[in-house]
């Protein structure tokens, strides 16, 4: 699902997140990557295509961290705003996509969750592009 360019459409910043932070598809766990940046109102991460999936335009996602007991954010619904090809992949010969997600309503605990992320795992605001 190449949902046109990735113009800059965000009204809140991102932030390039620290550490090494993974999300994953729930319940399918057809797509895992690592996260690239996080905002209030979404994430974008990277995902290498073993295995062409169908599209999607809406997931819950698990959000969490490689480090055991160190952050976790599940079942987090969102509204995929696009997925598109990498041009420089990290693996040579694998398909590397990048997958941006609006989050849709969250729960109180999810929120607060995100809060904690926000303000203890990120660095500098993302350029837009």
Do not use: H
Not at 25 to 45: A, E, T
Not at 100 to 125: I, K, M
């Amino acid at each position: 699902m190449d949902k046109g360019s990735q113009a800059d459409r965000r009204q809140l910043t991102r932030y390039k997140v620290n550490g090494d932070f993974y999300l994953t598809f729930w319940p399918s766990l057809d797509r895992i990557g690592r996260l690239k940046d996080v905002s209030g109102g979404g994430v974008s991460f990277e995902y290498a295509v073993l295995d062409r999936k169908d599209e999607v335009d809406e997931v819950e996602v698990n959000v969490f961290s490689a480090r055991p007991d160190s952050f976790v954010l599940w079942g987090v619904p969102c509204k995929v705003v696009y997925d598109t090809r990498v041009e420089q992949p990290t693996l040579s010969g694998v398909e590397t996509r990048r997958c941006g997600l609006q989050f849709q309503t969250l729960s109180n605990q999810q929120s607060n969750q995100l809060q904690v992320l926000l303000r203890q795992y990120v660095s500098n605001p993302v350029p837009a592009y």
